[in-house]
């Protein structure tokens, strides 16, 4: 089974910080995406960052990178600078076949 | 491009009625998604059309839910006899090409009483 796990329920962090919110997956695939998702109170779900598997190399979005680990299955995601604008909830997510499947979420909380 | 666009943004309804919301994809996707979203979770896969047909459907679609995309553009998502735990986020997303991102409309709010 594919799964994605989002061990950290709530992080907080101070404009203009950095944040680093988690998250770990379980897939048999050798070759699979993985994506973070923003989804802001009340609003609609947008896509931060995603990567390919078969990438070496970590993308980066602007103030949003990931660390991607395939050895540990692990793919956390960096925030730069922080803004007020990034206080969402943020979705892990592992590309299979055609659906996706979710972690439970990080609210991200950023103080003034 | 004008989006993913969902309706309606709110249901609420009496346990037993029947509901039906709509989703139109961005307008060049062949690619349309239905995913559930319960509060404090992630969403969860419903089922999958490429065109016109329905390729895959999670076992979360009971018998009393059924989707529809009839000309390969909208969609509809109808639940029959609504029970309170249908009370969900329903989200709709797209995509096409040769792209695996999925794009997500707004979600349509659903509350069983």
């Known amino acids: 089974a594919q799964t994605v796990t989002q061990s950290q329920p709530e992080m907080s962090v101070q404009e203009a910080e950095t944040v680093t919110l988690s998250c770990t997956y379980d897939t048999s695939e050798s070759d699979y995406y993985l994506f973070w998702y923003k989804q802001p109170p009340s609003r609609q779900m947008i896509l931060v960052i995603r990567q390919e598997a078969y990438k070496q190399q970590n993308a980066t979005e602007n103030r949003f990178s990931v660390n991607f680990q395939k050895a540990a299955k692990s793919f956390s995601l960096k925030i730069s600078d922080s803004q007020l604008g990034d206080a969402a909830m943020y979705f892990c997510a592992l590309l299979y076949g055609n659906k996706l499947v979710f972690g439970a979420g990080t609210i991200l909380r950023v103080k003034s | 491009d004008t989006g993913v666009s969902q309706d309606p943004r709110h249901k609420i309804t009496k346990r037993g009625q029947n509901v039906t919301f709509r989703c139109d994809p961005i307008s060049e996707h062949n690619r349309l998604y239905w995913y559930r979203q319960t509060l404090g979770q992630g969403p969860e896969f419903l089922t999958y059309f490429q065109n016109e047909a329905q390729l895959e459907k999670s076992r979360l679609l009971s018998d009393r839910f059924s989707a529809e995309r009839p000309k390969g553009s909208f969609s509809t998502l109808e639940i029959q006899r609504t029970e309170q735990g249908d009370s969900a986020m329903y989200l709709c997303?797209?995509?096409?090409?040769?792209?695996?991102?999925?794009?997500f409309g707004p979600g349509t709010r659903l509350t069983v009483l």
């Open positions: 997303a797209s995509n096409g090409g040769y792209t695996d991102t999925q794009y």
